[in-house]
């Protein structure tokens, strides 16, 4: 298994990351776990994947090298990633630049999902102190920081 990620991309090579913000952060490991588990999301990149032997056995198994030719923006973070199976059967796909990039800013919904699904378990009510932060009326910002964080986590 191959990817051909843009220069950036390169340092993202981690094949024995120890955390799963480690694991968001490794090519190898979100190369194992999309393989495997047929995607990638809060569920597979979960700390039972980091002591997955399959994924573990996989992560060992994936090339990176400088995707080629390099390309201008807004194209100039893109990636490769191919396949090559025990039968020989190859599989290669593509994107020139990822969701969430500057050429595809992400929108607010796809934002407040992602904290939600991330924070949740930790940090209940992150996504309803959010909300009250984003685009604030005036005055929302006017509590100390320290106020702020207590309504994340619950303590108020």
Same mark, same amino acid.
């Given at each position: ?5 843009? @220069? ?5 090579? @981690?094949?024995? *990351? ?34 997955? *032997?399959?994924?573990?056995?996989? %992560? ?7 995707? %080629?030719? %390099?390309?201008?923006? *807004? ?12 039968? #020989? ?13 500057? &050429?595809?800013?992400? !929108?607010? @919904?796809?934002?407040? %999902? ?20 984003? #685009?604030?009326? @005036? #005055? ?13 986590? !619950?303590? &108020?």
């Amino acid at each position: 298994m191959g990817r051909r990620p843009h @220069e950036k991309g390169q340092l993202l090579d @981690e094949r024995h *990351p120890t955390t799963t913000l480690g694991a968001r952060f490794s090519i190898p490991h979100i190369a194992a776990v999309a393989a495997i588990s047929g995607g990638v999301d809060l569920d597979t990149l979960s700390s039972n994947s980091l002591v997955d *032997p399959e994924v573990a056995e996989l %992560r060992q198994r994936v090339t990176i090298r400088t995707y %080629r030719p %390099r390309l201008p923006p *807004p194209n100039d973070l893109p990636a490769r990633v191919g396949f090559v199976f025990s039968n #020989g059967m190859k599989f290669e796909a593509e994107c020139l630049y990822a969701q969430g990039s500057p &050429s595809t800013p992400l !929108g607010l @919904e796809t934002i407040r %999902r992602k904290v939600d699904e991330i924070c949740r378990s930790v940090y209940p009510r992150m996504s309803k102190v959010m909300d009250q932060l984003v #685009g604030p009326d @005036e #005055g929302t910002l006017e509590p100390l920081w320290e106020n702020v964080v207590s309504r994340i986590t !619950g303590e &108020s």
